[in-house]
């Protein structure tokens, strides 16, 4: 036998435990992508994974015989599995009504498949290596594997594959592990020819579904949206999707709507000018979030504005809407603007690094349905954040629905006062969305309603904001407790009401 079969089995280790944690990575960020960005997704894929591993573990005792032509035949169909496993799912997904059994059984089965490999592989080897040596070399590689799976999933793959592609790729790489044992161990294989067919068939197969990935994304995408997808990217942090019907553009973030061309101004002048009208002397303004520049286009109407600071985490999302022309008609060139400096860093870690004081503060995060955007709405950020608002300085909140969501909405309330800020809450009407709710805080209540606003608005006026701070009995305030990093009591809240209603 060549002396170079062992090291070359070891490597196979490598490709199998990189594989085997990027199908785990994918089924994660597909159920986040689909049925709601949440480490709930996460965290139940992960306990399929590994439970399902540990069965297949288990499983591999009962292989006494052929170990060889059993492992090439596992690793084909963890290819096969793995490899089309996020193109049935995204196919299916809006047609079949038990969507979560289809996922978890997809993932248990290429769990349990992925838990034979390697028990499977230390016996291939156990005659190659002392039981010692054996042992330290399989795991070494098999964690190293894991290593750069977990780096090159969030920085490479997702942001230039995208996952129906990178499925593919990672298809392929399994079964060429088993092309590779069947071609090398042929003399020990029976039906090696055959074994050699199949893996050389499966191959082709995933190569054409790599080729044809777009194609398949951009039509099982399409049955998820009503209007024509006219821009689709992942980033490393995101799915954006751009629809279109007639002249109404609809912006989606991991399928959710982020905006609607025909109605963002109620939300975004709503946002912007009861504050920023009752600071004639604002000049200094920070956005946090709002990568798509509609906020930043209302703070522009006001002349005196020297520097607006816009801090979003994506520039995948703060390119698109500096460079595409139907987006930046939308937002009137307001992040090419020269008075805007664009940032893309973590807000929570960047406001720790500031010591500039701003009259006005825009927060337009994400609503908080997962823990990562939770910590942006805890008593810790706002601790951190209160620093950089100016004395007599306003900071705004987007606070999702105060009717459908009433706990979440005085949640956020109830933790800008834990943190010493004087509080305004404030709501309107968006078609797109339905009742949306504001916080309005200050370092002091200096608060005075505004009577007169910018030229050429369409919905802010002193009437509508006399109806933006009435609440009305089924959305009065409720008692909550208040968001902080070790609870994140915000984001329970979050999904139980919103999932109540979608």
Not at 123 to 129: G, H, K, N, P, Y
Not at 337 to 366: E, G
Request: proline letters at 4%; charged letters at 15%; hydrophobic letters at 45%.
């Amino acid at each position: 036998m060549d002396k170079r079969l062992p090291a070359l089995l070891l490597i196979s280790v490598f490709v199998v435990a990189t594989c085997g944690l990027i199908y785990e990575l994918i089924a994660g960020t597909l159920a986040s992508y689909l049925l709601g960005d949440s480490v709930t997704q996460f965290s139940t894929i992960i306990g399929v994974y590994l439970f399902s591993m540990g069965i297949g573990s288990w499983l591999s005792k009962y292989f006494d015989k052929n170990i060889l032509s059993w492992f090439i035949q596992i690793e084909i169909l963890v290819g096969i599995i793995g490899g089309t496993s996020s193109t049935l799912l995204f196919l299916l997904f809006e047609h079949i009504a038990s969507f979560r059994i289809l996922l978890y059984g997809l993932v248990s089965l290429t769990g349990i498949l992925v838990g034979l490999e390697i028990p499977l592989l230390m016996r291939i080897l156990q005659d190659r290596f002392e039981f010692k040596d054996l042992v330290s070399k399989v795991f070494t590689f098999d964690y190293i594997g894991a290593l750069l799976a977990s780096l090159i999933f969030p920085l490479v793959l997702i942001p230039y594959l995208g996952l129906v592609k990178t499925s593919y790729l990672f298809g392929i790489l399994n079964v060429a592990v088993a092309l590779f044992v069947c071609v090398n161990f042929k003399r020990e294989i029976p039906a090696a020819g055959y074994l050699r067919s199949a893996s050389i068939i499966s191959i082709f197969g995933l190569l054409v579904g790599f080729v044809y990935s777009e194609t398949i994304t951009s039509f099982s995408e399409s049955m998820s949206y009503n209007d024509t997808i006219i821009y689709s990217k992942s980033t490393s942090y995101q799915r954006i999707i751009l629809t279109k019907r007639g002249k109404v553009l609809r912006l989606f973030l991991n399928g959710n709507l982020q905006f609607s061309s025909d109605d963002e101004y109620r939300y975004h002048e709503a946002l912007v000018h009861p504050g920023l009208t009752a600071l004639p002397e604002a000049k200094n303004v920070l956005v946090m979030g709002g990568g798509d520049g509609l906020a930043v286009r209302e703070i522009l109407k006001y002349p005196q504005i020297q520097s607006i600071t816009l801090v979003d985490l994506d520039a995948g999302m703060t390119s698109l809407f500096q460079k595409n022309n139907m987006l930046v008609e939308l937002n009137k060139g307001s992040l090419l603007s020269p008075k805007v400096k664009v940032v893309n860093a973590d807000a929570f870690t960047w406001v720790r690094n500031q010591q500039k004081k701003f009259d006005f503060i825009v927060i337009d995060f994400p609503d908080p349905s997962n823990y990562s955007v939770g910590k942006l709405y805890t008593n810790s950020f706002y601790s951190e954040i209160k620093g950089l608002l100016a004395e007599n300085g306003i900071m705004v909140v987007q606070s999702t629905s105060p009717y459908v969501a009433p706990r979440s909405f005085w949640t956020v309330n109830k933790t800008l006062e834990s943190v010493g800020f004087h509080t305004v809450p404030y709501h309107n009407y968006v078609p797109s969305f339905g009742e949306w709710g504001y916080i309005m805080a200050m370092q002091r209540q200096h608060y005075k309603k505004p009577v007169q606003f910018p030229a050429g608005l369409k919905f802010v006026s002193k009437e509508s904001l006399d109806q933006m701070f009435y609440f009305p009995g089924d959305m009065t305030k409720v008692e909550t407790e208040v968001n902080k990093l070790n609870n994140q009591v915000l984001v329970k809240y979050f999904e139980d009401e919103w999932g109540a209603v979608l």
